[in-house]
């Protein structure tokens, strides 16, 4: 198989776009019917559902944890019902990659983890890469999406996409049965 992947110059949600476009289009041919999305306030989102409408694709918002409130980075109540009502599953729980326990035991920001190097290495690729991967996780965790059939997975750099990607989903504890399938687009600058 043969396929292309595209490359962002720079990263940021002048991409959102053409990334939605392109997790459309691949979810379509490989007849992928559960798509998982970051999304802290909604606006990709609200993009990737208004793209999937009127396929069977199950749309998963997953969002930053609550743990951010003070920083203003968690979805707004109105939003969130605004999207269960359009028909996605919206999603908030602690990150599979970070930003729990041991991250309080940690004496530079980065604890010595296995979460934290799956996370760096994940980051090596891009941010997005690290977040699709953390999505899906969490996703799967909750029950959301089936780990049996692939998901299109779709998050990005700051706001909005500017990474979509292929993956066999799995549950944290059975991480080493996830597979990042197919890249289908990121920024070139991790």
Known sequence: MKKEICYFEEAGPNNTDVTIEIALKRAGELNINQVVVASTHGET?????????????????????????????????????????????????LHALGDDVNTSFSTNGKPASFNAVVRETLYRFCQGMKVCVEIVLMAA??????????????????????????????????????????????????
């Open 141 to 190: 965790e909750a029950g959301a999406i089936n780990v049996d059939e692939e998901v299109v997975a779709i998050a990005g750099t700051d706001k909005g996409a500017d990474t979509a990607v292929v993956i066999k989903p799995a549950y944290a504890r059975k991480f080493f049965d996830l597979e990042i399938r197919e890249i289908l687009t990121k920024p070139r600058k991790a």
């Open 45 to 93: 989102a609200h993009k990737v559902l208004g793209a999937f409408e009127g396929t069977n694709c199950k749309v998963v918002v997953v969002t930053i944890s609550q743990a951010f409130e003070k920083e203003n980075w968690i979805m707004k109540k109105e939003v969130r019902q605004d999207l269960e009502k359009r028909g996605a599953i919206v999603l908030t729980t």
